[in-house]
């Protein structure tokens, strides 16, 4: 079965992965943990996948754009709007598997991983400066 769009919401041990076929039907409904997801992913047709930008979505980007699938990386103010029920895991993959099939969406940028260290390097700086002038 061909699963084209793919929406997957990123925790620290469980996602959660939402697909839909060509019909937009749901397809694939699954928890799986942190060290399966690559071999999980290896395994599936190229395919465009939606993911909430946060600190770690840029790395899962990175990772799953070198195993040829479509990373979209999107503002979580914008996925909100298309969450239907309560907020939960599956909820959120739900809607970011609709979010990142609209045609107006934007998207944000990815980061490599030297633009994430400096990133980092900038921040523990201002933290320091902040401490300093308390």
Not at 34 to 53: D, S, V, Y
Not at 55 to 64: C, D, F, G, N
Not at 96 to 105: D, F, I, N, S
Request: aromatic residues 6%; charged residues 20%; glycine residues 6%.
């Amino acid at each position: 079965m061909k699963i084209p769009t793919i929406g997957i919401d990123l925790a620290k041990s469980v996602f959660a992965i939402h697909g839909v076929n060509t019909h937009g039907k749901a397809a694939l409904k699954k928890q799986i943990k942190r060290h399966q997801m690559l071999t999980f992913f290896a395994n599936l047709e190229p395919c465009l996948i939606g993911i909430e930008a946060c600190a770690s979505a840029h790395y899962w980007a990175r990772k799953l754009s070198a195993l040829g699938h479509t990373v979209k990386l999107l503002a979580p103010q914008f996925v909100r709007p298309y969450v239907r029920t309560n907020k939960n895991d599956a909820a959120d993959a739900e809607a970011l598997c609709e979010a990142v099939a609209r045609p107006t969406m934007r998207f944000v940028p990815g980061k490599t991983a030297e633009s994430q260290a400096l990133l980092a390097v900038h921040r523990a700086r201002q933290g320091f400066v902040k401490a300093r002038t308390a």
